[in-house]
């Protein structure tokens, strides 16, 4: 073999010589697919199945496992890999599914995501008061006001950056739902996972029907000051989930200035929408006056004149 090898490279050397020609290097891998399969989606199908989704074509599985509901079965196809489980995730409940996958070239990914409990009957709401500069006896808050009876499990209020997802709970048209966003004197029963306070001049909060990458948005609003960097949304975070929310169609304008203006609320002069008015406009929205927060009632209807 190591004479075949020799031969060979001698033949390449006198067929070259004299022909006054560069040898140029040949990387020989430089075709060759060395990319990872990347998880791009995951959402559950029905109360007892799921999927989840790669860039490219999965060639093997391997090391599957569900916790703290096991798998019954995981069958990749293409892209997709479809997942029964044993008993059904409950919504407002998740499912941690964790693996490793390899494409048709071999190159493998591990992977940890969790499946949230799918909601066949979600409740409606609406966002119709809100406080962005809490203290410990006002911290911040939201306030849902629900439209359309039904269950709540699975569905998140958000700033972005913190959360709640609601258990399975049943609610009925005309209930009001309150969730703190910040430490304070006592603790509500809906309270986001890390209690840091809302952005205080400049932000989002929308509902979306599922922590799931094919979750909906239910609602949502905008506040700013209009005074800040980036275009008055103060960081490039804000701007980008602002142009998001547009691009979703459940914020009518990108541009701070067509935000609730935040710079005229304190923490018990709330941002407060007329009604179920919902244009996904600051059209929607007043301020009220000093001491009317009126968290989990009718919002009080006088509007702050600076």
Same mark, same amino acid.
């Given at each position: *073999?190591?004479?075949?090898?020799?031969?060979?490279?001698?033949?390449?050397?006198?067929?070259?010589?004299?022909?006054?020609?560069?040898?140029?290097?040949?990387?020989?891998?430089?075709?060759?697919?060395?990319?990872?399969?990347?998880?791009?989606?995951? *959402?559950?199908?029905?109360?007892?199945?799921?999927?989840?989704?790669?860039?490219?074509?999965?060639?093997?599985?391997?090391?599957?496992?569900?916790? $703290?509901? $096991?798998?019954?079965?995981?069958?990749?196809?293409? @892209? @997709?890999?479809?997942?029964?489980?044993?008993?059904? %995730?409950?919504?407002?409940?998740?499912?941690?599914?964790?693996?490793?996958?390899?494409?048709?070239?071999?190159?493998?990914?591990?992977?940890?995501?969790?499946?949230?409990?799918?909601?066949?009957?979600?409740?409606?709401?609406?966002?119709?008061?809100?406080?962005?500069?809490?203290?410990?006896?006002?911290?911040?808050?939201?306030?849902?006001?629900?439209?359309?009876?039904?269950?709540?499990?699975?569905?998140?209020?958000?700033?972005?950056?913190?959360?709640?997802?609601?258990?399975?709970?049943?609610?009925?048209?005309?209930?009001?739902?309150?969730?703190?966003?910040?430490?304070?004197?006592?603790?509500?029963?809906?309270?986001?996972?890390?209690?840091?306070?809302?952005? =205080?001049?400049?932000?989002?909060?929308?509902?979306?029907? =599922? $922590?799931?990458?094919?979750?909906?948005?239910?609602?949502?609003?905008?506040?700013?000051?209009?005074?800040?960097?980036?275009?008055?949304?103060?960081?490039?975070? %804000?701007?980008?989930?602002?142009?998001?929310?547009?691009?979703?169609?459940?914020?009518?304008?990108?541009?701070?200035?067509?935000?609730?203006?935040?710079?005229? @609320?304190?923490?018990?002069?709330?941002?407060?929408?007329?009604?179920?008015?919902?244009?996904?406009?600051?059209?929607?929205?007043?301020?009220?006056?000093?001491?009317?927060?009126?968290?989990?009632?009718?919002?009080?209807?006088? %509007?702050? %004149?600076?």
């Amino acid at each position: *073999m190591r004479y075949c090898l020799f031969f060979i490279l001698s033949l390449l050397l006198v067929s070259c010589t004299g022909c006054n020609l560069d040898i140029k290097p040949v990387d020989l891998l430089s075709k060759m697919d060395a990319r990872i399969p990347v998880l791009t989606a995951s *959402m559950m199908l029905t109360s007892r199945s799921g999927t989840i989704l790669f860039d490219e074509e999965i060639g093997t599985i391997a090391e599957f496992d569900a916790s $703290p509901i $096991p798998l019954a079965q995981a069958s990749p196809n293409g @892209t @997709t890999i479809t997942l029964v489980f044993q008993q059904s %995730v409950q919504p407002g409940t998740s499912v941690t599914v964790t693996g490793k996958v390899k494409d048709k070239r071999g190159n493998s990914n591990r992977f940890s995501i969790k499946l949230w409990g799918k909601n066949a009957y979600p409740a409606g709401v609406l966002i119709t008061e809100f406080t962005t500069k809490g203290t410990e006896t006002n911290p911040d808050r939201v306030e849902l006001y629900v439209t359309r009876s039904g269950s709540m499990g699975g569905i998140v209020v958000t700033d972005g950056s913190d959360r709640y997802v609601f258990p399975d709970k049943t609610v009925w048209a005309g209930e009001y739902l309150v969730v703190q966003f910040q430490k304070g004197k006592t603790l509500l029963e809906h309270h986001s996972e890390q209690l840091a306070g809302l952005t =205080s001049n400049n932000g989002l909060l929308w509902i979306c029907s =599922s $922590p799931d990458s094919d979750g909906q948005i239910l609602d949502a609003v905008a506040y700013s000051n209009g005074a800040a960097t980036y275009e008055g949304w103060g960081n490039e975070t %804000v701007q980008n989930r602002a142009s998001w929310l547009v691009t979703q169609e459940a914020w009518t304008s990108k541009t701070s200035t067509d935000a609730i203006p935040s710079e005229l @609320t304190t923490a018990t002069r709330s941002c407060n929408r007329w009604g179920t008015q919902d244009t996904n406009s600051k059209d929607d929205w007043y301020i009220t006056t000093q001491s009317h927060a009126t968290f989990g009632k009718p919002n009080w209807e006088e %509007v702050y %004149v600076p």
